[in-house]
């Protein structure tokens, strides 16, 4: 049985920090990508960050330069550090697992196999 489990979200300032977690459970996390989505309400869930096994990173261009993902494969847990945050980065974050989906799905929700249950994320003053 696969889990993901978030963590770290929370009711943050404008401009101000956070660093969400995601621990993985079983063997699905080494060798495989991992990724950082978002859905804010009404709207679709979209990618925010993906780090392949190999440390390959790719970010959204709404979060480039102020968000950094990062794994720990002997915790399997992966981080997004998201710095700088504003009103518009309130959402709920996801991270999910691409086991199966080749590297062209990757940008799609379709392309992870496993989610986990979400971490509220609020910036607001």
């Known amino acids: 049985q696969v889990q993901l489990v978030e963590s770290g979200g929370g009711l943050v300032q404008p401009g101000g920090s956070l660093r969400l977690s995601c621990a993985a459970s079983?063997?699905?996390?080494?060798?495989?990508?991992m990724g950082w989505y978002r859905q804010a309400p009404g709207k679709q869930r979209e990618l925010v960050a993906l780090?392949?096994?190999?440390?390959?990173?790719y970010y959204a261009d709404s979060v480039k330069g102020r968000f950094i993902i990062s794994r720990e494969n002997a915790k399997n847990t992966v981080y997004l550090q998201m710095n700088s945050l504003s009103p518009e980065d309130t959402a709920v974050y996801y991270c999910?697992?691409?086991?199966?989906?080749?590297?062209?799905?990757?940008?799609?929700?379709?392309?992870?196999?496993?989610w986990g249950q979400g971490t509220q994320v609020t910036v607001s003053s």
């Open positions: 999910a697992v691409a086991e199966y989906a080749p590297s062209t799905a990757w940008g799609s929700t379709r392309g992870y196999d496993y």
């Open positions: 079983g063997s699905v996390f080494s060798g495989n990508t």
């Open positions: 780090i392949t096994s190999g440390g390959s990173r």
